[in-house]
Structures are given as C-alpha cells and as structure tokens.
C-alpha cells in the first residue's frame, strides 16, 4: 500500500529532512490530508444531503470525495514542500 510505503520508507528517514528543516515529513502530510478531509467531508455529506434529499446516495458522495481528494491533497503538499517561494 502507498501509505506503507510513505510511512516506512528509508527515503522518509533520509538525510534530505535532516539537511532541510524547513521540510515536512511525508507522515505529517498524511496526517494534515486526513484531519482536512474530515472536515471536508463533513461539509460534502451536509451539501449532498442538501441537495439530494437521499441520506443513502449523500454517503455514497461524501464517501468517493474523502478518498480522491485525500490523495490529491497529499501530493498537492508534496509538491509545495518543494517549492522554496515564502520559507
């Protein structure tokens, strides 16, 4: 799994984080992306609710939109970790 892989990797724990302390760990971008997306989601099964009526189809919405948009977040952090503009 790609979570495993971020979480355990020897790239995670390489010299790259200790040379720049500026630099997120990729475990604290997991983390930021999931706390994001409860909230996010929260906020989508109430508007899906809203809209539909459908508690059923509401859950079915807010459930696709946590998981695509968790891994979009990850990797949008990722690449504005190396973005050096504003350190």
Partial sequence: MIL????FSKKAHSKGFEEDKNSEKPLRSVLKALSWR????????????????EIALATSIASVDFLTKLVLYFFHERIWNKIKWGK
């Fill in 4 to 7: 495993n892989q971020i979480i």
């Fill in 38 to 53: 409860v909230v996010g989601t929260i906020d989508t099964l109430v508007v899906s609710y809203f809209l539909t009526g």
